[in-house]
């Protein structure tokens, strides 16, 4: 079903359900004020027809003349007065005698004072009325055709109205529907209209502070960020295809001079080496790309555990110096001694991957550095917001420092800077370090000058 017939269908529900509540509502107030001023009625022809008897002194049979010639008006009471000993002093019509006096009633009204019930559709009162010192008990009974039939006229008049009112609500509820759907249908037209072709495609934005607006601004948020990432995709891919094909072409053009004529010994080792180096290029690559594509996991499916990350940090110092003899990781301790032991320095985080975080950025600082060297310090530092104690990590080089221009685009996958002649590289290692310290939920920054570059990684101690 559509939101619009919904829509439609919850707007007449609620609005017949309200009209129905108002007709009850009105047929009963209506039935309740019509009983009791038919009650009022009765006792006020109950009271003058006794003062006409006994004030008035006219005559009972003139009375009873009058009310049988009147009878046929059903709301004509019939009246019935007796003395405190029940003894009947006047009767309407005893013949007729609608109500039946008895004691029982007689003495009820006697003690209430004023009583009034129904006897089959008529409607009955009970009253003790005092007159020249003189108290009576009077009964006045009658229907109130008029007033019923009044009722009667007001429901079918309701009933009538209803129906026809039921069709317009309805269409009504189309046309309300409709116009209120009529920009979701636009932005269903135009959002239909953007592909992965063309997704610098936006909706058109409009003035108003309503729901639709937030719901365009949102999607051309999402428009955004899918256009970015179909950009980056291309870039990886193109970047990708670029550092593989490089080493590849040399592994082929090396393969083809050896195969073409015999080769001297010397030759031989010599190209296979190229081969060799060109290969573990690629393996550094696929490496590479297999950790960033394992870092680029939500964080709920990596696995973390506690562990003691100045170990971490030996690891990966050892690591990186066995990959290379040349290199040489400095690490020092700047704990003060109200934090020693092994909790301070303890964090959540995935081993394998930080380790690897580590590793990237020793090895950077290594190559780039005058002697080969990285300076690793591991401070405890104390959070200006929450109070807590974080662990500080800094790594130093001595290298000529990175360009401000560089900087900005220093964590993008496959960049490489202005020095790049300087060492070999393949530019993901700094994009997947970033990646693995957002995942453990730690800070990353950078400062570089001419005399070196400075990285630090803050990360909350286990408490």
Known sequence: MKIKTRLTLWFTSITALILVLFAVSVLYSSAKIREREFFNYLTTEAITRCNL?????????????????????????????????HKLHYHDAPDIDVVKEDSLMLGEIQQK????????????????????????????????????????????????ISVPS??????????????????IR?????????TATNLDLRLPQTNNRDELSSLIKTFNRMLQRLEDSFEAQKSFVYHLAHEIRTPLSAIIAEAEYLITKD?????????????????????????????????????????????????????????????????????????????????????SANEYLLRTAF???????????????????????????????????TFADQGPGISPDDQEKLFQPFFRGKNKDLADGIGIG???????????????TL??????????VVFSSQR
């Open 113 to 160: 004072g004023y009583l009034r019930f129904y006897q089959g559709r008529w409607q009955v009162i009970g009253y003790l009325h005092r007159i020249e010192n003189q108290e009576y008990l009077i009964t006045a009974a009658a229907y109130d055709s008029y007033g019923h039939s009044t009722l009667n006229t007001l429901w079918k008049s309701m009933l009538l």
């Open 359 to 393: 590793s990237n950025l020793m090895d950077n600082a290594c190559k780039f550095s005058s002697d080969n060297t990285c300076k690793v310090t591991i401070s405890m530092i104390e959070d200006v917001i929450d109070q807590q104690p974080k662990i500080k990590i």
């Open 430 to 444: 700094l994009s997947l370090t970033r990646r693995i310290i957002e995942l453990h939920r730690a800070q990353l």
């Open 186 to 194: 636009e932005i269903t037209d135009k959002a239909q209209k953007i």
């Open 263 to 347: 080769r001297t010994s010397d030759a031989y080792k010599t190209g296979s080496q190229a081969i060799l180096k060109d290969a573990l290029t690629i393996s550094k690559i696929t490496s590479g790309l297999l950790d960033l594509a394992r870092a680029s996991y939500h964080v709920s499916q990596i696995q973390f555990k506690e562990v003691r990350v100045d170990e971490i940090l030996l690891d990966a110092g050892q690591q990186v110096m066995d990959s290379n003899k040349c290199f040489r990781v400095e690490i020092s301790y700047e704990v003060p001694s109200e934090h020693d032991g092994e909790q301070p320095l303890t964090i």
């Open 53 to 85: 008897i006994f004030s008035a002194g006219l005559d009972p049979e003139v009375l009873q003349q009058i009310y049988k010639g009147s009878r046929k008006n059903l709301t004509e009471p019939e009246i019935a007065i007796y003395d405190l000993n």
């Open 447 to 456: 400062h570089s000058d001419p005399n070196g570059t400075v990285v630090h």
């Open 166 to 183: 039921l069709i317009l609500i309805f269409v009504s509820g189309i046309f309300l529907s409709r116009k209120a759907l009529d920009p």
